[in-house]
């Protein structure tokens, strides 16, 4: 079992930066899950932002690439993801998942991953 508790959303202004965390608390090794970053967007489907596996490999959406990082702390259960550059359309919930699948022709889909958090909203601003 998995929980996952998302922080450090807020309002920003575009072109500004974003850190968001995801604290991790598991019952078996917490290096052993993938981890994942959605977002959603009101009355829009929620969309893949980045991923990255236990052994580092990384995965963004095309939308975030260049402009994001994903990285993860498995020696304090916490996974992170940096945006700079932000746009209005970066607008929406974000979402943080963790599983025990990576299958690179399925990251970007919400049923590949086991656990969710809360979410924590993020508004830019133009």
């Known amino acids: 079992q998995v929980q996952l508790v998302e922080s450090g959303g807020g309002l920003v202004q575009a072109g500004d930066f974003l850190r968001l965390s995801c604290a991790a608390s598991?019952?078996?090794?917490?290096?052993?899950?993938?981890m994942a970053w959605f977002r959603q967007a009101p009355v829009k489907e929620r969309e893949f932002v980045a991923s990255?596996?236990?052994?580092?490999?990384?995965y963004y959406a095309d939308s975030v690439k260049g402009r994001s990082t994903i990285s993860r702390d498995n020696a304090k259960n916490t996974g992170r993801l940096q945006m700079s550059s932000l746009k209005p359309e970066d607008t929406g919930v974000y979402y943080c998942?963790?599983?025990?699948?990576?299958?690179?022709?399925?990251?970007?889909?919400?049923?590949?991953?086991?656990?969710w958090g809360q979410g924590t909203q993020v508004t830019v601003s133009s």
């Open positions: 998942a963790a599983g025990t699948r990576f299958r690179p022709s399925s990251i970007g889909r919400v049923d590949e991953y086991d656990y």
């Open positions: 598991v019952a078996s090794d917490f290096c052993s899950y993938a």
């Open positions: 990255i596996s236990w052994n580092d490999q990384v």
